[in-house]
């Protein structure tokens, strides 16, 4: 059976950005339930889409197979599929996806009991295996750097101390345990245990290793005035984004007598399609409040070659 389509977050800003048209090939990195992918193809454009998770293919009836193709892959692997320089546009949504965190079989959600799993494709380490392992001191500094989560150091130390006793196996368990630890919600309007788990999911698929990766590789598959499209959905991404795509386009900070400057790698690889990010009108955080902290940055890949740092 067809699942209903999805409609995924600032779609018409990133289809807007990325100007697709018949006869030209864009990659969509991050397909999820093909919200991008869906609007990219009704252009007339052709989609080659890439998901390291094997479940997100049952999104994929009824695409057409002459302008569509899914590769299990992931989207660092892109140039490696597709060829250097040869796609007119690269889409990626960053994070978890709304169907991840509404499977509890998946162990995204604290909101639902599951098995404390969190892996966005089939093999590696669980969450489980990572909570119930780590060294403290190693726990600690993935939720602080991470999460974000000040008290790391407490919160690692009192999983340390219960796993000896009973390792943890399930999300719910988990989450009240945090909770707990951080001596409860008392008014909080955000659960306590929120930045543990982005912090936990995080390590478990190397996301932020993944989306340096995968820049450097759409800034090899891209062709001369294709253009980039990322995402993000918290400071941690989109802080790599930013980096990244202002270093390319040739914007490094001078220096000063505090940080001596950047040298640049090669000439400019990228121009910014617009300065800033770009965030979701007020309608679509209505209509879905997980838009709510999406930042979009985008850019033009230029005629320069591909940086000697990307190598």
């Avoid at 996806?97 to 509890?104: A, F, K, T």
């Avoid at 001191?137 to 008290?151: H, P, S």
């Avoid at 399930?170 to 788990?197: C, D, M, N, Y």
Wanted: charged content about 25%; overall charge neutral.
């Amino acid at each position: 059976m067809t699942e209903a389509p999805h409609v995924s977050v600032l779609r018409d800003e990133v289809v807007e950005a990325l100007a697709p048209a018949p006869g030209e090939t864009h990659v969509d990195g991050t397909f999820g339930a093909g919200g991008y992918t869906r609007a990219i193809l009704a252009t007339g454009a052709t989609v080659v889409a890439f998901d390291r998770d094997p479940t997100a293919r049952r999104f994929a009836d009824g695409l057409p197979g002459d302008r569509f193709r899914l590769v299990e892959a992931r989207f660092s692997e892109m140039d490696e599929v597709v060829g250097a320089g040869a796609v007119d546009g690269v889409a990626l949504d960053l994070g978890v996806s709304s169907m991840q965190l509404d499977e509890p079989d998946r162990g995204f959600s604290f909101m639902r009991d599951g098995p404390l799993d969190m892996r966005m494709g089939a093999s590696g380490q669980t969450a489980a295996d990572l909570v119930n392992t780590a060294e403290p001191a190693e726990l600690a500094r993935i939720l602080f750097v991470y999460g974000e989560e000040r008290q790391s150091r407490r919160v690692a130390a009192a999983i340390a101390r219960r796993r000896a006793e009973q390792p943890f196996t399930r999300t719910v368990e988990l989450a009240e345990f945090i909770e707990k630890a951080l001596g409860g919600r008392r008014g909080a309007k955000v659960h306590p245990a929120t930045r543990s788990f982005q912090a936990i999911r995080i390590a478990v698929n190397e996301e932020l290793a993944e989306l340096e990766s995968g820049l450097v590789a759409a800034e090899r598959a891209l062709k001369p005035g294709g253009r980039l499209c990322v995402v993000t959905f918290h400071s941690l991404e989109d802080r790599i984004v930013k980096s990244f795509l202002t270093v390319r386009a040739g914007r490094t900070p001078s220096g000063s007598r505090h940080a001596p400057p950047v040298e640049a790698s090669g000439a400019p690889s990228f121009r910014l399609l617009f300065n800033g990010a770009k965030s979701p009108g007020e309608a679509e955080v209505a209509a879905n409040p997980r838009a709510r902290s999406a930042k979009l940055r985008a850019a033009v890949r230029t005629e320069a070659p591909v940086w000697s740092d990307a190598a």
